[in-house]
Each structure stands twice: as structure tokens, then as C-alpha cells.
């Protein structure tokens, strides 16, 4: 997929400056029908091309979706949506700081010693921590959390907020950056792209993850006050639950922060 996403913008440069109009390109994909009818999650991914790499990017996530770690997706759905610059914000690539850690219980404290420390009260990291730790399948999106009081927030339950529309404004210099410390592929790219928006959103104080895919065992607590701190263990091999928290605010908007991030067009920028 990343060979692919080389050949779709090796000339270089931001996004934003080559085109008018930008296109969203989303995949979904389950196991045993549409995910939420019965159907297992398998993968997802989500790019903002110009539209000459359209094409190539939904042949790379077809791939994706069936040859992912969780199993041969049997369901797979994309949408895509024309984009105009108007409507797209930009926000800055968090600053990346890494953690390492050999077990699941030593990731799972830093991860408690990072939210404290970016303003989560014990409370509400414990409901964070409560929230994921029960969960018997991935949710869809993010649990949001008070993170003064712990309350939940979204009332959604296993479907959560789902944070989207967002990309990297331009993928060399991002690839340049992160290749220098030795981050390359898909799953450092999509995290830090997301938590970055996430970050950036009005009332965001920090957010704890770990993916749910099963031999992907790092995860991280995003914060905008400390940047991205990337926590090498985080879960068991092979486990396949994963699922993010985002902690805010007490008094935060609901309705302008679910806004943000369901709907609001962001491309990270990289320094």
C-alpha cells in the first residue's frame, strides 16, 4: 500500500497546491456482512488524493482489506467525495516522543503516567482505562470522556465518535521526517496523522489508543501539550481488540467537537 501511495504523489509537494478540487477516498471492510449488521470489522483506511491517484489508492485498499491480519474482508465499501479547498483546515504533525516498554502491564503505566501528566484526573484515566479494558469487540470509534469528572460523554456506546476526513498535506516531506526515525509503513502514518487532528480539536486534552489489530501491539496517549508519545507494548500479541479514548474538557461543546471530528476536512502539516 505504501509502494502505491509513493507512486500516487512522487512528484512532491502539498496537496493543497495542485488542484482546485481534492478527493476523499474511505474504505470500510467486514467479515460476515456490513460491520454493525452482524458483520465483523476488518480494516479500514481513508486518504485525500488529487484525483489522479483516486484509482490507485482503491486498488491499495482493496489489497488491504483483503489480505489484513483480522481476516479476508467479505464486505468492503468506499466512498468517494470531491473535496473543495474552502473547506479544509489545516493543523501541525504532532511532535513524536517514543516510550519503550516489554510487557502490556509496563505500557499500560506509562500510558496512565502520560495522561496524568497531560492534565487527565485519576478519575477519568481510570474510566478511560475501564472503558477499554471491558471491551469484548473493536469499537467503531472513540468513547469521549470528561476528563475532569470521568463521565462519558457521547452516549454512543460500541460506536463511539469516529474521527475522520483528515490526511497528510504533503506525504514526502512526511515520509522524509518519519523514515529518519525509523517509522515507515501504515500504522505509525495513519496514528500520528490522526492523532494530530484529534489534538488540534477545540476541548481535546489528551487521548489513550491501541489498535485492534492482532500483531500490532504498540499503541499511544496523544496530548497537544506534549505532542504524539508512542508506547512500543501496549496489548498481547495476537489479541484483536483495540479502541481509542478521548479525553476533553469539562464544558466542551459536544455538538462542535463530534462536528470536528466526523466532518471537518483536515490535512497535517509537517514542519
Known sequence: MLAAR????????SIMGEEKVLYSVKMRSSLGGAHGVGGQHISGAERIVTKNSVEQEMI????????????AADFIQFKVEALRHEGITCCPLLPLYQIDTATKEEGRAAAKKELLR?????????KGFAILESLTDSMRGAAVVDAETGERLDGLGMRGVRCSCMDCEDTCAYEAQMGAKGLGGEHPREALILAS????????????????????????????????????VMKEKGDPIGGRVFFVKHGTDMDRYVEYMQHQTVLVRVK
Open 6 to 13: 509513493k507512486r500516487a504523489e512522487n512528484k512532491g509537494g
Open 197 to 232: 487532528k484529534v489534538a488540534a480539536a477545540p476541548g481535546t486534552v489528551a487521548e489513550l489508543c491501541w489498535s485492534d489489530d492482532p500483531f500490532y501491539v504498540t499503541g499511544y496517549v496523544g496530548s497537544p501539550k506534549f505532542g504524539y508519545g508512542r508506547i512500543t
Open 60 to 71: 491499495s485498499m482493496l489489497h488491504r482489506a483483503w489480505e489484513h491480519d483480522r481476516g
Open 118 to 126: 497531560s492534565g487527565v484526573s485519576e478519575t477519568a484515566m481510570g
